[in-house]
């Protein structure tokens, strides 16, 4: 009698325990048998060539081994030739971000549009030897008539998802932009930074530049990849 309660107990626990493995497999199936999804970055630098700012964050990608996307003001790449030389050399996509940085470009006329473009468009090519295709509106202001003179010029467009406002100096601390970063994650993010700002004179970009390797090692730690737009598809290519 107490042989038989023995094996009963014994049967019984070894049935249970076959029971906990068969629940923690099946737990983890879903898992190992879902696609991960692709997250892709985007970093996005406005405004520039900026003098040791520009060359401060080429310095920063080069070391973390990743690429990025500067939109230049026409009037800086002028300015600044050797650095938007560099750019190009060391890997980096660069796109038109109109000559003198207009507060409004959609209240401007078609003529002054495509001179704003044209004019930088020269001035890249005589640095670099490259005519981008790339154009990004100054504060974002884009409207159907500018975007169709853009595009029968055959410029893609690239707006951006994510906007830590880092240009905003005294608003933007190095933790600021990381945490407004990483607190708005998405699998494909265009990210707005800038290494210069528009046609301003030493304008300050420690926070930015304080913030980068941060950021850069957060988003590579959560599984991001980073790539310049070119690879990227969604809304905010236009
Ligand atoms: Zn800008």
Known sequence: MHNR???LL???LVLFA???????ISAREPMASTTPSLKEVALTFDDGPYGTSTQAVLDILQKEDIHATFFLIGRNVEKYSSLTKEEVNDGELIGNHTYDHPKNLPLMTLAHIRSEISKTDTAISSSTGIHTKFFRPPYGRITNRVRGELHKEGYTIVMWNTDPRDWDYK???SDAIVNRILSHLKDRMVIDLHDGRDTHVGYPRDNLIKALPI???KLKADGYTFVTVDKLKGNFIQ
């Open 5 to 7: 309660k023995s094996q």
């Open 10 to 12: 014994i049967i019984s």
């Open 18 to 24: 076959g029971m906990l493995f068969a629940v923690s």
């Open 171 to 173: 608003g933007a601390p």
């Open 215 to 217: 950021l850069i090692d």
